[in-house]
């Protein structure tokens, strides 16, 4: 018989919903893990929020009081997908609850929250997921394959680039995303946290960095209510943007390996461009999340032929056959949520920590807080050792 897990939620935008339909979307993808995660209860400050996650996403109840979501005796797992500031209080109260979570990142608003939420879950011995979603594409997975069969050679350098336009429009709302005490850092936790997970899960941990940062649209329209995501108009008074939007780093891997990053969230023209190409002796990958499901690839170098191929996801890809049986058959953002949720719910049945961790979580952490820094004294920064039980380096 299926093992039931009651799932719990915190925070019903953007992210519960998709947090939800993923938890909905396990037990058909992945049947052997013999799970039945069933919706029990959801919690948002906002009332129209909680109606919805009872009348349209499934939770059997809902309260606008996090506090019942952890105390209800149902709740087997959590879900944190509030806005930042609540990061680290909703994760030291469910690690005080003894209910393993699955949270968004950026985990805390900067590296000491972070930690302190890395510390609680060290202390509980709970397995736990950080919602660093674009690592679960097959197209990556092949990528890290690859790079760990040697058959790139050495890797030289790394670039990563995650260009956004959610925030081009100076008319777009002045939301917590804006607000250095709601968000912690703006397209550094937001952004660029996506690429450095990518980064060191296939090239191995960032050792130093060094980084500038700019914003420029230094105000923004406050929001006219408080269901106000970053995709909504402003109307209210002007507001100052309290972190940045462009950042860009340079980085030394403790492989050895260079790496460039740029992140902004106010390109206009890429709208989601979040890409990673990975330079060796003998071979290169290139891979970005407006082409999910492409990987170019350029193997033996001094070849007639050399240069990229563009090679469709299929079968041999990760977790591509779960989803789509014939090759070249798209998948989608919601498909790697819903490998995050199997991921994070293998963990929880054996005990054996297989998703991104809050270790995962802090090591981007301590990437950032060394980019914040530099970007204020120009220098170069050492981000000390991952800790605990990081998975990119598995
Ligand atoms: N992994 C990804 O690709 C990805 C993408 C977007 C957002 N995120 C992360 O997800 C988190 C949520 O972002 P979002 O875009 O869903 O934001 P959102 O603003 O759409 O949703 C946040 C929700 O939390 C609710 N909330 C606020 N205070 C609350 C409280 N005290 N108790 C319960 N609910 C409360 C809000 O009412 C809102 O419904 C952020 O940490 C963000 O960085 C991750």
Redesign the pocket.
Known sequence: MSTRIGVGL???????RLHARAYRAVSEHYPELDALPVLVSA????QA?VDEAVQRLGFARGTTD?REVLADPQVDVVSI????L??RELALAAAAAGKPFWI???MGRDAGESADIHDAVERTGLVTCV?F?YRNAPAVQKARELIRSGALGRITTVQVRLLADYAADPRGAL??RFLRDRAGSGVLG?LLS?GVDLAQLLVGRVASVTAATETFIPERPRPSG??A??FSAGAGAPGAVENEDWAAMLVRFGSGALGTFEASRVAVGPRAEYGVEVYGTQGSVRWSFMRLNELEVALGSGRVDQGFTTVMASAGFGDFARFQPGAGTSMGFDDLKTIEAAHFLRSVLTGEQRAPSVADGLATARVVAAAEASAVDGLWHEVPPPVGRTTFDR
Do not use: F, Q, R
């Open positions: 915190i925070g019903v935008g953007w992210m519960g919690a948002d400050e906002v929020n996090y997908c509030a806005p930042n609540l990061h968004e990142k950026p919602g979603n939301t917590w937001d996506h408080a269901a995501s970053h």
